[in-house]
């Protein structure tokens, strides 16, 4: 296979890479909150009821924004019924999921578990089955100093100093026909204009995300966008966008060309926001928050049949899965000044990168390339250019055989190149226009046998990365060779 050629530029910058583009998702689903991140029956369980194992796997992950408490799950949860006293909380059948909610984690317990992890919080309102009056209070108990109603309901309940929870979002999903008090975009404008306006007034620090069209093939696509910017305009900070892949084709190399379209979804959504700006004439623009994505394609059990902890979604990753996941986090890199906010969804036994089973914790194949990004997420985002080797892709058009994305922090530069090619090795230069590389701090290198390939509790360690250090250094240039269907993160020295 020809050389990729990787050319870079110190000046050629997108824009700072916000932390908060590591962010995570915990929603009351399945097994995510309880037998997830909290089981105070577990041998793990520290004094809060959390599960150690789970936090200390997480830990490593350095996750930034949590959102929570979903999802679907928000538009029928009314955040009253999880504060006080546990045995005085009511136990519900709750509609998104069809499961039994006990409300033994709400809003306390989740904030607790947000300062354990040094996680920002972020919570989504119900402007499902909810009001902008009820979005409104929760703001309060949340964010005002004691002395009033709710505020004071806060204190009496443990927290008499203020929780600071700066990002909240709209609702979920709201376009969907699927979730509780779906409604057209026009009048969930309102409902939205109607929270914000009451929410801000409370706390004016606090930053909103409004609910977007929550998918590419949705008939709202871009037209609910622009008519909830136009509505609720300079009060929305970001807009969501979601976006769940898979290889419904049984296809690797197409499935791995998806990269393509996640590219053209944020910028679709950015040219969205740009127009009502210009439209508007305002001189500001919200910013882009990818507050639910993943792999999610092979389990679709979402039917929790009346039970407390059902197995809802618990998807196997394999390897070609943690290349996808790597392909989110180059686009977003890559999208730097637009993407400001993203949540991989989720964090713990619903489609996500660990798995418990009793006291046993598995680390998936798709832990690993976040793990790798976020060890070196810090710095600006480089343009990359890319000239080598492509392919067609039947579903994604003209591919690129190397997807990458860099990263600039000093006089370190970060390199992260997934090989896409399923049979062939990948020869890669990196090249630094106005600087010569000097020499490789650390790098690590993910694949496998084969696309398939995936960790298990019997065998857990199939997939994760190695050490590499095959770089050769000529004129001030960094080469390397890729394995076929692999990962690579690399930190140089300038």
């Known amino acids: 296979m020809d050389t990729t050629k990787l050319t870079l530029h110190s000046q050629f910058r997108i824009g700072e890479v916000d932390p908060r583009i590591f962010g995570g998702f915990l929603e009351h689903m399945g097994r995510a909150v309880y037998q997830g991140v909290f089981e105070p029956e577990s041998a793990h369980a520290d004094e809060d009821g959390f599960r150690r194992d789970v936090l200390s796997a997480l830990e490593r992950l350095k996750m930034t924004a949590m959102r929570y408490p979903g999802g679907n799950f928000a538009s029928g949860f009314h955040w009253l019924d999880g504060i006080g006293p546990r045995s005085q909380r009511p136990v519900i059948r709750e509609l998104a ?46 964010n005002a100093p004691a002395g009033t109603r709710f505020s004071n309901l806060r204190a009496a ?12 979002c709209l609702g ?58 136009e509505h609720i305009g300079k009060l929305a900070d970001y807009i969501s966008l979601h976006r769940y892949v898979g290889n419904q084709n049984n296809n690797t190399a197409d499935y791995l060309a998806v990269t393509n379209s996640i590219d053209q979804q944020i910028e679709e959504m950015d040219a969205a926001c740009r127009f009502v700006q210009a439209k508007t004439r305002s001189g500001l623009r919200p910013y882009l928050c990818f507050d639910e994505w993943n792999v999610w394609y092979k389990n679709m059990e979402m039917d929790g049949e009346g039970k407390f902890a059902p197995h809802l979604i618990e998807e196997i990753y394999n390897l070609e899965d943690a290349l996808v996941v790597a392909g989110f986090l180059n686009s977003f890199i890559r ?142 240039k960094a080469i390397f060779e890729l394995p076929p269907l692999s990962l690579v993160a690399l930190t140089f020295h300038q």
């Not at 309940?157 to 909240?168: M, Q, T």
């Not at 609910?211 to 909830?228: H, I, K, L």
């Not at 892709?393 to 000093?410: H, K, M, Q």
Request: charged share 20%.
């Open 97 to 142: 999921w069809q499961s039994i909610e006990p409300n033994q984690v709400g809003t306390d317990e989740y904030i607790r578990l947000c300062r354990k992890m040094g996680w920002t919080p972020m919570l989504t309102v119900n402007l499902g089955t909810g009001t902008p009056e009820e979005a409104r209070n929760w703001v309060e108990y949340c």
């Open 157 to 168: 309940n443990g927290s008499p100093d203020p929780h600071g929870v700066k990002l909240w």
């Open 172 to 229: 979920n999903e709201m376009d969907g026909p699927w979730q509780l008090g779906h409604v057209p975009a026009e009048q969930y404008a309102i409902r939205a204009q109607q929270a914000a306006h009451m929410m801000k007034s409370v706390d004016p620090s606090i930053e909103l995300v409004v609910c977007g069209s929550c998918g590419v093939g949705m008939s709202t696509y871009m037209e609910w966008d622009r008519q909830v910017l």
């Open 335 to 476: 999208h730097a000044d637009v993407v400001k906010i993203a949540n991989i969804a989720q964090i713990v036994n619903v489609i996500a990168p660990l798995q418990t089973r009793g006291a046993d914790l598995l680390v998936q194949t798709i832990y690993h390339p976040f793990e790798m990004y976020a060890r070196r997420r810090e710095g600006l985002s480089l343009q990359v250019s890319i000239s080598g080797p492509d392919y067609s892709s039947p579903t994604y058009g003209t591919t690129r055989v190397i997807d990458s994305s860099a990263i600039l922090n000093g006089e370190k530069l970060h390199v992260f190149a997934t090989n896409r090619s399923v049979s062939e090795f990948a020869r890669v230069e990196v090249h630094l226009a106005d600087r010569k590389l000097t020499g490789l701090e650390s790098g690590e290198l993910l694949t496998g046998a084969s696309a398939m390939v995936a960790n298990t509790f019997e065998q857990p360690d199939v997939v994760r990365p190695q050490v590499f250090s095959a770089v050769e250094f000529l004129d001030g």
